[in-house]
């Protein structure tokens, strides 16, 4: 399985950005995907918005401005109403099951695109 990115670059606060995610290969059924963030300086890769069979879940700090959805095997983010401090590279993920959220290791990763808010 690969996971295709597209989208990211920068933008200002209170702009707008759209993370595309396409999953090409052998995909397994059910797998969940969600969109994780590093941010600057860090090794971690924090979850920002899990789509799977429980639902949507999304990071406190970007609820009401992010939407994620899905559509058979692509994933997008859109990210509205942008902060400084969503600035970060934004990483696909899928995970052979029904859940995601709270996952901290997938199965296959996209290679991450890069988002910049400046103020």
């Known amino acids: 399985v690969t996971l295709v990115q597209s989208g990211g670059g920068s933008e200002q606060s209170g702009g707008s950005l759209t993370l595309t995610c396409a999953a090409s290969g052998h995909t397994w059924n059910p797998y969940c995907m969600s969109w994780l963030r590093q941010g600057p300086g860090k090794d971690q890769r924090d979850e920002v918005a899990?789509?799977?069979?429980?639902g949507t879940f999304y990071r406190a700090s970007v609820k009401g401005r992010f939407t994620i959805s899905r559509v058979n095997n692509t994933l997008s983010l859109q990210m509205n109403g942008l902060k400084p401090e969503d600035t970060g590279k934004y990483y696909c993920?899928?995970?052979?099951?029904?859940?995601?959220?709270?996952?901290?290791?997938?199965?296959?990763w996209g290679p991450g695109v890069q988002v910049t808010v400046s103020s």
């Open positions: 899990v789509i799977d069979d429980a």
């Open positions: 993920a899928a995970h052979v099951s029904k859940f995601c959220h709270g996952r901290t290791w997938y199965n296959y």
